[in-house]
């Protein structure tokens, strides 16, 4: 059975949805010029309690908030961690993204994990640095990686992207292959990259001479198969990172074992067309359907029609419309609703359009969708708006 509650509070709210032993937090600020630190603590003073409750432990965290302040803001997430015994050696990726209500710190969002006896959670290593969390679970191993960049010096930083990328995507396979699992298990990855505009299509290019190499483009490129292709979900947004890296992301993998009941597979949607056709290597959405629930990764969307054109420019209220109702439908193929949203982060290019997407999800019924939102560029000059998601279902009800 699937439980979804929010939680109001002075400064800020938390969603919860818990479904077996999944649990997913998204706490935000929802109030004009609050201390970060303040912030932060109470924040990660309540997902502390909620977590201890369940007996859940953290597989996926990312932080939004200023990079200037990323040092306080962390320091409070510890002090919150260690008053209540929580594990210390987890991950966290910090990513840019300042409140749409212009604070410097916009919000929380976590994966947890309530393990059964059978079950371990573990956090995986790089050079004694946390970089993900490995769990056991229907006969698979899943992984979470976090904050792969693939980068080591700053010159390599400033002056050549691409390879920084490329090597991003290798480090994910590295560390796939140590674990015993290979990019070929990944289902979603998210993408954050500096100065979108300046070069997302030479980073298309490098992804999609990585995913050759990684097979999921199989003999051919031919874009007249796009949507017979599998490739993961992805979100590709504006993002820096306190490395300084031109592009970093996290990346969710399923190895599964022979004989395993968890079933995967990509969805193209009607109003939208596989994103290959325009030389992005991504799937709409992938399916993780366990024998207990289902759960959808909803790539990043925007208001971009059935040709990979973008439409509605210079309305935001009807690109917003737009790209609601694209996730609507795509997900409406596996019988879910956007009332069945779990998590979501929405992109937002300019601050006065906040409360536009407020109205509107009070329209559609959805005011208290568990979401965190950030002021952040748009892969396309003209895109106002973009929001992932996931969504999950509970087979046993």
Not at 156 to 181: C, I, N, P, V, Y
Not at 187 to 210: A, E, K, Q
Request: with cysteine; hydrophobic share 40%.
């Amino acid at each position: 059975m699937i439980k979804r509650s929010v939680e109001l509070y002075p400064n800020f709210k938390v969603f919860v949805t818990s479904v077996h032993n999944q649990l997913f937090i998204s706490a935000s600020v929802t109030k004009l010029d609050v201390d970060p630190e303040q912030s932060v603590g109470e924040i990660y003073n309540r997902i502390a309690v909620l977590l201890s409750a369940s007996a859940s432990k953290i597989i996926h965290e990312r932080c939004f908030g200023s990079i200037e302040l990323q040092t306080q803001i962390l320091e409070a997430r510890t002090r919150a961690v260690l008053k209540y015994k929580m594990e210390t050696n987890t991950p966290v990726t910090f990513i840019e993204g300042e409140s749409c209500l212009e604070n410097k710190f916009a919000g929380v969002q976590i994966r947890a994990l309530k393990p059964s006896s059978e079950t371990r959670v573990r956090t995986i290593l790089d050079h004694g640095i946390p970089k993900g969390r490995a769990w056991n679970l229907n006969g698979s191993t899943f992984f979470v990686l976090q904050s792969v960049d693939g980068g080591n010096t700053k010159e390599e930083k400033r002056t050549d992207r691409k390879s920084q990328s490329e090597a991003m995507f290798h480090q994910a396979e590295k560390l796939l292959h140590a674990e015993g699992a290979s990019y070929q298990d990944v289902v979603r990855t998210w993408i954050y990259i500096s100065d979108i505009l300046d070069w997302y299509g030479d980073f298309n290019t490098v992804r999609n001479h990585c995913y050759s190499d990684y097979g999921f483009l199989g003999k051919t490129d031919s874009k007249v198969q796009a949507e017979q292709m599998y490739f993961p979900a992805s979100t590709g947004i504006e993002g820096r990172n306190p490395s300084g890296f031109p592009a970093t992301m996290d990346v969710f993998a399923i190895h599964r074992s022979p004989g395993s009941a968890i079933q995967i597979y990509s969805l193209y949607g009607v109003k939208q067309r596989s994103p290959f056709r325009y030389g992005s290597a991504f799937s709409r959405a992938v399916v993780v359907e366990e024998p207990e629930s289902k759960l959808i990764l909803v790539s990043g969307t925007a208001s971009i029609d059935e040709q990979g054109k973008s439409v509605f420019i210079g309305d935001p209220a009807a690109q917003i419309r737009q790209t609601l109702n694209v996730v609507s439908e795509l997900v409406a193929s596996e019988g879910a609703t956007l009332q069945d949203l779990c998590e979501a982060t929405v992109f937002i290019k300019r601050k006065e359009d906040f409360l536009i997407y407020q109205e509107i999800i009070e329209q559609m019924g959805i005011p208290n969708s568990p979401s965190v939102c950030v002021l952040a560029d748009v892969c396309r000059d003209e895109l106002l708006f973009e929001i992932d998601a996931a969504f999950i279902l509970d087979k046993a009800s």
